[in-house]
């Protein structure tokens, strides 16, 4: 009796790039320059990785709520 492998979970993929790894432009500048500051940097800097993510995030809060108003 063979076992069949069960259907595979779906792979994810990342929204904000795309399969070369350059960002997808949002449209808004300031987000794509956070954005493009995150991916410049190598995968060895984490410090300046966390900074730029950090710096993101706060970028993306703030347009955020400027929808709310």
């Known amino acids: 009796m063979t076992s069949e492998p069960g259907p595979t979970a779906p792979v994810a993929t990342d ?3 795309t ?4 960002p997808t432009e949002t449209g808004d500048l300031v987000i794509d320059g956070a954005l493009g500051e995150l991916t ?6 984490l410090d300046g990785i966390l ?4 710096s993101l995030h706060r970028t993306l809060q703030g ?6 108003e």
């Not at 410049?40 to 800097?45: F, G, K, N, V």
């Not at 900074?51 to 950090?54: D, K, N, P, Q």
């Not at 347009?63 to 709310?68: K, N, T, Y």
Request: charged residues 25%.
């Open 15 to 17: 929204a904000t790039t």
């Open 19 to 22: 399969t070369d790894a350059t």
């Open 40 to 45: 410049a940097l190598p995968a060895e800097d």
């Open 51 to 54: 900074g730029a993510a950090e």
């Open 63 to 68: 347009r955020l709520s400027d929808l709310g």
